[in-house]
């Protein structure tokens, strides 16, 4: 590590009686996630054992914005189609890029108008579950009675508006 990237890491180290999770050079972090739903994440980005990058999880951290979530991943930056799937199941979250130990790159996650090949649909009769190989399609909405995201499927019409992680595929 470089004199000023360790000095860097001195200045943020702040007040001794923090927790501090080590700096990452490359990677990415994933921060305000849905307090409880790191571990999903890490799911989400199919990290289990067998991955050997260093990965930092932070689970109901207090913050400014209240609890939340944290996940810091080492020389891994996110897909859209990654993001797109985090989106459903923590649509405050936001993505920081991370190179030589800076922060190059800082974005809210956005709920997308559809995703495509994250989701599996609910219904055993859509065409997307039969032997053709088509991508499954669904319009994401709002439902403001329920506040959770509502998936359509483009296809079969099918609605999903719970548990949304036991389908990303």
Known sequence: MSETASK??????????????KAIENGTVIDHITPGQALTVLNILRVSESFTNTVSVVMNAGGSRGDKDVVKI??????????DAISLISPKATVNIIRDFEVVQKRKINKP???CGIVKCINPNCITNSSEPI????IVTDDEKVKSLVL?????????TEDLIKYIE
């Open 8 to 21: 860097k890491r001195s200045e943020k180290l702040g007040d001794k009686n923090d927790l501090r999770i």
């Open 74 to 83: 080492e020389g891994r930056e996110l897909t859209e189609k990654e993001v």
């Open 135 to 138: 991508e499954t399609r669904f």
């Open 152 to 160: 359509r499927c483009v296809f079969c019409e099918s609605v999903m």
């Open 113 to 115: 108008d559809t995703v």
